[in-house]
């Protein structure tokens, strides 16, 4: 897995290249391709979508009391082709757009709204407030997504136009759905891998992260750049670049798990913590990205907020009792050290680094390899 440095956002990928949007000043939009600019704008774009003739950008404006959505397409080399100005109707706020087979899809505030080519209405479809999100399935259908929670499963629906209606395609548990290619409709981001996604919500693995020695913690979308390669991105996360190997080139590494037990408040809030453990995940990645002999897994106690606080820490005790505890563990004010340091259960390695940084302690099990003592370790915030 390779790091890509990358200009803006990535918004999708065609035919092994990677377009991205960016707004370098106030009022300017740039489209980039494979991170070189590709074409510049007027407006602040919030959209990016390949329609399959074209680019398409999608912003708006307000005319008094009136919105209005701006669809601009933009050929693949950047030259402009169309311009669209859509009315909105009262509170109604577009909030995604996908265009494929001359049809454009707006998911709005409380509707789904379909456009021909010349930005005539086909039909609205209502739905719940401020819910659902569009996906480009890889058999070239646009698909309606309603997540849960996030990582929590949802529900993937077909759009018929014909009757203006959602029709339940299947529902999943958990992890991340995104548009796939020629080979599946979706893809699918679990803790345990990277799969395919049939119509019926069958799945088959891609690849098995732990197998493969790979850290992709915080990872929620997936693009397909052909010949086996993939994008992988996330709110908190570096962009990433999947290549395939031989299973010959992983090198065996010692493996080390570092636990991350959120509180319980956390918990409530948002039970996804890797809105609370960026920038610990993102130590990890880099970590593990130029480590030769040790590969840091991420251990969410709280099992992706399937367990309470109070459960998770009875886990970790549990698990220190039979001797399966994990290597490092994240203290950030949802439990002490001192009751572990008590026991016997913790090493000390702040002296070290005490002339530095002298607000932070450090901490890591007892069992940790003197090798990652440059590594990312328990922080406990003093």
């Given at each position: 897995?390779?790091?890509?440095?990358?200009?803006?956002?990535?918004?999708?990928?065609?035919?092994?290249?990677?377009?991205?949007?960016?707004?370098?000043?106030?009022?300017?939009?740039?489209?980039?391709?494979?991170?070189?600019?590709?074409?510049?704008?007027?407006?602040?774009?919030?959209?990016?979508?390949?329609?399959?003739?074209?680019?398409?950008?999608?912003?708006?404006?307000?005319?008094?009391?009136?919105?209005?959505?701006?669809?601009?397409?933009?050929?693949?080399?950047?030259?402009?082709?169309?311009?669209?100005?859509?009315?909105?109707?009262?509170?109604?706020?577009?909030?995604?757009?996908?265009?494929?087979?001359?049809?454009?899809?707006?998911?709005?505030?409380?509707?789904?709204?379909?456009?021909?080519?010349?930005?005539?209405l086909i039909c609205s479809i209502p739905h719940g407030e401020w819910e659902g999100e569009l996906i480009l399935g890889g058999n070239g259908k646009v698909y309606f997504f309603e997540e849960q929670d996030s990582g929590s499963g949802g529900t993937i629906s077909a759009i018929d136009t014909d009757q203006c209606m959602l029709t339940e395609q299947f529902v999943y548990d958990k992890g991340s759905v995104c548009g796939g290619d020629a080979e599946s409709p979706f893809f699918q981001i679990l803790p345990e891998g990277l799969f395919r996604m049939e119509l019926d919500g069958e799945t088959r693995p891609i690849v098995l992260w732990d197998e493969c020695l790979l850290s992709v913690s915080g990872m929620q979308e997936v693009k397909a750049l052909g010949d086996g390669r993939f994008l992988l991105g996330g709110a908190f996360t570096q962009t990433m670049q999947l290549v395939p190997c031989e299973p010959s080139d992983i090198k065996p590494k010692t493996m080390l798990t570092l636990a991350v037990l959120p509180t319980q408040d956390a918990l409530d809030r948002e039970p996804d913590p890797t809105t609370y453990y960026s920038d610990v995940i993102q130590s990890i990645t880099a970590f593990n990205a130029v480590n030769p002999d040790c590969y840091v897994k991420l251990l969410d106690l709280s099992e992706g907020g399937s367990l309470t606080a109070e459960q998770a820490l009875t886990k970790l005790n549990t698990g220190i009792i039979s001797g399966s505890a994990p290597d490092m563990l994240v203290l950030n004010g949802s439990l002490s050290p001192f009751p572990f340091i008590r026991q016997g259960l913790l090493r000390d390695y702040c002296e070290s680094s005490r002339r530095i940084w002298k607000q932070i302690r450090i901490w890591a099990w007892k069992t940790l390899s003197w090798r990652m003592r440059s590594a990312t370790t328990a922080v406990d915030f003093m």
């Open positions: 897995m390779e790091p890509l440095e990358l200009p803006g956002d990535v918004q999708f990928c065609r035919q092994g290249q990677i377009y991205s949007m960016d707004h370098p000043s106030d009022g300017e939009t740039v489209v980039y391709r494979d991170g070189e600019a590709l074409f510049s704008c007027e407006g602040m774009a919030y959209r990016l979508c390949d329609g399959g003739d074209g680019i398409w950008l999608q912003d708006e404006e307000r005319d008094g009391s009136t919105w209005f959505v701006l669809l601009s397409q933009y050929s693949y080399e950047g030259a402009l082709q169309t311009q669209l100005r859509l009315e909105m109707p009262p509170d109604c706020f577009a909030r995604h757009l996908q265009v494929w087979n001359s049809r454009i899809y707006l998911n709005c505030s409380n509707a789904l709204r379909v456009y021909d080519s010349e930005g005539e």
